[in-house]
């Protein structure tokens, strides 16, 4: 059983430039939601992502945004790219028909702004 | 605004012992309290979960306590080993959106 996949597993970016990254959620799951980790700090909630809707968003500007597919994949897209961007970016998933609280980690992808 | 608080930062341990780390929260509207284990380099792993109806729930050498009415709950890792240095967070929930502490990086000296 595949557990949450992400990719890439790292990135290099410039400032101004944009960014995508992709997430696979666990077999069975139907929800996504996706956090920024900085170095020697928690994750922090970015938004979550249900029946290919934004279902919640944690106080990011709107140069995060997100998609997700039928197949319940997900993007995360960063636009005009800060140097506070860099940090890993962490997918998880979690199923609404199991109560959704449990949330399941990818490895992330590590971000790293020039 | 912190809504989780965690302390301490950072926990050495000899070998057997017991590693206790601790959680405040302040939004009586939480209801999902995990724990999560990071490895440098990789994804946080859950470890273990309670909700406000329970004061302790244990899974092999892992036990959370939790105390509503302070609004607090901790880890306690029993005979600690060398496998298990590692950073630790703790959590709370709403339905859908986890709020993080700020996390305790543990040693675990053989």
């Known amino acids: 059983d595949a557990g949450v996949t992400q990719s890439p597993t790292h990135l290099i970016k410039t400032r101004g430039q944009q960014v995508t990254l992709r997430c696979s959620p666990k077999s069975g799951h139907d929800t996504v939601s996706w956090y920024q980790q900085a170095l020697g700090q928690g994750p922090q909630f970015i938004f979550q992502y249900y029946e290919e809707e934004e279902r919640q968003r944690g106080n990011f500007p709107d140069r995060f945004s997100g998609h997700q597919f039928p197949n319940y994949s997900s993007e995360l897209n960063v636009n005009a790219l800060l140097l506070g961007d860099s940090a890993l970016y962490l997918c998880?998933?979690?199923?609404?028909?199991?109560?959704?609280?449990?949330?399941?980690f990818g490895p992330g992808t590590r971000l790293l702004v020039l | 605004q912190q809504q989780v608080k965690q302390s301490p930062q950072s926990l050495i341990v000899q070998k057997g012992g017991i590693s206790i780390i601790n959680c405040a929260y302040e939004n009586t509207a939480f209801d999902y309290f995990p724990w999560y284990q990071q490895f440098p380099g990789k994804g946080p792993a859950l470890l273990i979960a309670?909700?406000?109806?329970?004061s302790e729930k244990k899974e092999g050498r892992f036990t959370i306590s939790f105390n509503k009415s302070a609004k607090q709950f901790s880890l306690h890792i029993m005979d600690s080993q060398p496998g298990d240095s590692a950073t630790y967070f703790c959590a709370a929930s709403t339905p859908g959106n986890l709020i993080f502490g700020k996390g305790t990086k543990l040693s675990v000296k053989p």
């Open positions: 309670i909700r406000p109806d329970v």
């Open positions: 998880a998933s979690s199923s609404r028909q199991g109560g959704g609280e449990t949330q399941y």
